[in-house]
């Protein structure tokens, strides 16, 4: 994405808080009473946004329609049930590998599975899985969470009503001071120019907050194709949560001389049985792997020797709705396109052998 | 690796492991769990699915205990509550064994079924316990049910600590909603349960009884027991 150069740090955060997905929602027809069905209700919902949060503008829409009961809020793609904490733009650009525009949705107001999705009860358990997120951010970052758990009333008041209503400014003015920094390295600001980016900074980045402990809380959804596509629309739909590999593990950040960290290099550290020969490599210390115990039954087995993997190649790298050049500095991706609550959520598609994919 | 031992030994340990040293710790707590309790199931580690066929990196996956079943006696009164884990292909067996004269009796005893799973959080780089109960039908039994298996102290613990409190999370690899106990402040009380303690070999000294010292405190909240021997070998 060329583009990404010639973009200041606050035209990409307006892009990211304006992103927006347009849904097309259907009520399921278990749930229509009346006749004629209602039609199906256009919705443009925030990226940044979580489906359940629509339930004030889909209401209306379908209330004089729904059986008698209790309304328990839920949605489906193509009969996979939404998981309601990952942020709208991220299911997106997961589920819907040729975006649709709009995505055709399927809503339910009876009948929620809770065998299979975390129960939810509105905008409290909303509010309450984006501070937990914070909160991880935070101790991801800084090594613990006192700054969210020090937020005064109001201003956690105001932090989630910015994030309700899409409005950067007062998150800005709000989230500034969590200090949870950004990621500063020269490459930072601007791709080309090797300056500090300390100086440079808009309002809102704190130069004084820098990330020292290296390491970048990142949620990365992972699903593997077996054969090439050639275009989206061939590409293989995910039916299932099983065939994606959430892997909740933050970046750690090395700093080679010479080198810049770009956001492939991050990719690969958080996917080392893919990539083994990476030279940033994120599950912990070689010296540490040692053998404990004799038994070898059910118990740890710990064989280092390793097969000979095949490559694994990135198909497909999806952010905000954008598919970002790799050789981008990470730093830059962090800084400009992370969620509000400090998580930077990565789609990634794998090419690997038969064997190797997830089934 | 001297080197990165004695770097190590310099800066203060603040409560928390690698990945690999879980793995480690995991191996560990294992041994000795099937060591000293001879009569329950032990601690089976299971690789993560999707590493399944990738031998190199076994090391990723989770400690799980399962089967765990609570017999609670008919008593109504609290005080007199008795709460005994058995594991469940013991409770078959003794059902065959009883004949039709007692069988009236025993079917007054509830039995909840208990899922038990260390998990590595790489976020906060301390384990995680997650735990699920269903009625022997597969039920999932619902969180006040929970509550009254608990052991009484457990909610004072839970409230005394602002750390240390059950939510519902989405279990990290298996895609299913189970309850957990929140690693918000572990770090911070595994760091005061080693305080003192220098020994020669602090690292592996730390890795080898993370998990007992762990579990000692985060068994009392779901009232699972570590026996006295296994607490014993902290002191050695």
Same mark, same amino acid.
């Given at each position: 994405m060329s583009g990404a150069a010639t973009v200041s740090a606050s035209e990409a955060h307006k892009l990211v808080w304006e992103g927006s997905v347009p849904l097309l929602i259907h009520l399921h027809d278990s749930e229509v009473t009346t006749l004629p069905p209602p039609p199906p209700a256009l919705v443009l919902a925030p990226r940044l946004g979580y489906l359940p949060l629509l339930i004030s503008e889909l209401k209306p829409y379908f209330s004089s329609t729904?059986? !008698?009961?209790? @309304? =328990?809020l839920w949605f489906e793609y193509r009969g996979l049930p939404l998981k309601w904490y990952i942020p709208t733009g991220v299911l997106f650009d997961l589920l819907c590998v040729e975006p649709e525009r709009p995505w055709n949705l399927t809503v339910h107001f009876r009948g929620y599975p809770s065998n299979l999705l975390l129960p939810c009860e509105g905008e409290d358990s909303v509010k309450w899985s984006f501070i937990n997120s914070l909160k991880e951010a935070a101790y991801v970052t800084k090594g613990n969470c006192k700054n969210v758990m020090n937020m005064s009333q109001s201003d956690q008041v105001e932090l989630w009503r910015s994030v309700l209503n899409g409005n950067l400014e007062s998150y800005q003015r709000v989230s500034s001071k969590l200090k949870l920094g950004t990621f500063e390295d020269e490459y930072t600001e601007n791709i080309s120019a090797v300056s500090t980016a300390s100086q440079q900074n808009s309002g809102e980045a704190d130069a004084a907050a820098q990330v020292k402990s290296g390491r970048i809380p990142v949620r990365l959804y992972v699903w593997t194709v077996t054969e090439d596509f050639d275009d989206l629309e061939s590409a293989p739909q995910i039916d299932n949560w099983d065939k994606v590999s959430y892997i909740n593990r933050p970046v750690e950040i090395q700093k080679e001389d010479g080198k810049y960290f770009s956001l492939n290099d991050a990719i690969k550290s958080l996917l080392p049985e893919y990539f083994p020969g990476s030279s940033f490599d994120n599950l912990g210390d070689a010296s540490t792997k040692q053998s404990v115990g004799?038994?070898? &039954?059910? =118990? +740890? @087995? !710990?064989?280092?020797?390793s097969l000979p993997l095949e490559n694994a190649e990135i198909k497909l790298v999806r952010i905000q709705g954008i &598919? !970002? +050049?790799? &050789?981008? !500095?990470?730093?830059w991706v962090v800084n400009n396109l992370m969620n509000p609550e400090y998580f930077l959520h990565i789609c990634v598609c794998l090419k690997v052998s038969e064997a190797n994919a997830l089934q | 690796m001297d080197q990165k031992e004695s770097v190590r030994d310099i800066t203060p340990w603040d409560g928390t492991l690698s990945s690999s040293d879980f793995f480690s710790a995991a191996c560990a707590f294992s041994e000795k769990w099937k060591r000293f309790n001879a009569f329950v199931p032990p601690w089976l580690w299971v690789p993560s699915r999707k590493h399944h066929l990738l031998s190199s990196h076994k090391e990723e996956g989770y400690l799980s205990l399962e089967g765990m079943c609570l017999i609670k006696s008919s008593e109504e009164q609290e005080s007199c509550r008795s709460q005994t884990w058995k594991e469940e292909s013991s409770i078959s067996q003794e059902e065959e064994a009883v004949d039709n004269a007692t069988l009236v009796q025993s079917s007054c005893d509830e039995v909840n079924h208990y899922d038990f799973h260390i998990v590595y959080s790489p976020s906060y780089r301390v384990p995680?316990?997650?735990?699920?109960s269903y009625h022997s039908d597969g039920q999932p039994l619902p969180f006040g049910e929970i509550e009254k298996d608990l052991p009484d102290h457990s909610a004072k613990i839970r409230s005394e600590s602002k750390w240390t409190f059950i939510t519902q999370e989405e279990h990290p690899y298996l895609n299913r909603p189970w309850y957990k106990l929140h690693p918000c402040g572990t770090s911070e009380w595994m760091k005061l349960l080693f305080h003192g303690d220098t020994a020669l070999n602090k690292n592996g000294f730390v890795i080898e009884h993370y998990l007992v010292s762990w579990f000692s405190v985060i068994g009392q909240v779901v009232g699972l027991k570590i026996p006295l021997g296994m607490l014993e070998t902290l002191s050695c």
């Open positions: 729904l059986p !008698p009961g209790v @309304d =328990t004799d038994e070898r &039954e059910n =118990t +740890c @087995d !710990p064989d280092s020797s &598919e !970002p +050049c790799l &050789e981008i !500095p990470f730093s | 995680v316990l997650y735990f699920r």
